[in-house]
């Protein structure tokens, strides 16, 4: 079945520690996404990549770091650097077309709590 | 960027019909309106998009208004399963093609059995 995955489903780790989350997708998409989300609030955009090699910080990149080797993986690290980690993580892939309409499709998400 | 402001919450009885408004008064002529919802601890997943016209698909039925500064999702018959928060967000297109979504805080539907 085609669809994103992102593993691990939920993480655990201590204070100071880098810790990379994994999303990867099948759906040939072109464009990846990394967002956040605290309790009761929405989305907010850390990162994205329309291409391979390329990404672009989004609204609340400080503390994270991404890469894009290949179309089908866009993990993000979570640095020691982030103030506060503890978070919802969801990943989201879309195609890029021409008339402004590309639905997302997202990940189960990871669950990420920093002891 | 363009921003949509949406009830924090609202409740609907089974079976019957529920409204969802959002109002998005600086929204541009190119901008898309967009809905998803998200379950508990799952991500989002697209519900309807429309541009000026009204728009249905089996999940729902999406009205824009003439003026296009507000919409109205529409679920026809609310189950249990649709309970989750549902966010209505602009697709707003910027230099080279992306369009960068924002999601707010959304609409938490409760469906009381």
């Known amino acids: 079945d085609g669809g994103i995955t992102q593993s691990p489903k939920y993480l655990f780790r201590k204070e100071g520690q880098n810790v990379t989350l994994s999303c990867e997708q099948n759906?040939?998409?072109?464009?990846m996404y990394w967002y956040r989300q605290d309790p009761g609030q929405g989305l907010r955009l850390i990162y994205y990549s329309q291409i391979v090699n390329d990404f672009q910080k989004g609204d609340i990149a400080e503390g994270y770091s991404v890469s894009r080797e290949k179309k089908e993986s866009f993990p993000l690290t979570v640095t020691s650097a982030q103030k506060n980690p503890t978070a919802f993580y969801l990943c989201?892939?879309?195609?890029?077309?021409?008339?402004?309409?590309?639905?997302?499709?997202f990940g189960p998400g990871t669950r990420l709590t920093v002891l | 960027d363009a921003k949509t402001t949406q009830p924090n919450s609202m409740e609907s009885n089974e079976e019957e019909p529920v409204h969802l408004p959002c109002n998005h008064s600086t929204i541009s002529g190119t901008d898309y309106i967009h809905w998803y919802r998200q379950l508990p601890s799952q991500g989002p997943e697209y519900v309807i998009h429309g541009l000026t016209s009204n728009v249905n698909n089996r999940m729902a039925s999406l009205a824009i208004a003439e003026d296009r500064k507000s919409s109205t999702l529409i679920l026809h018959r609310a189950t249990l399963r649709d309970a989750a928060v549902y966010y209505c967000i602009l697709r707003v297109a910027v230099a080279g093609g992306y369009q960068k979504v924002t999601f707010g805080t959304g609409t938490k539907l409760q469906v009381i059995p």
């Open positions: 759906l040939n998409h072109d464009a």
């Open positions: 989201a892939s879309s195609n890029l077309t021409s008339d402004y309409y590309n639905e997302q499709f």
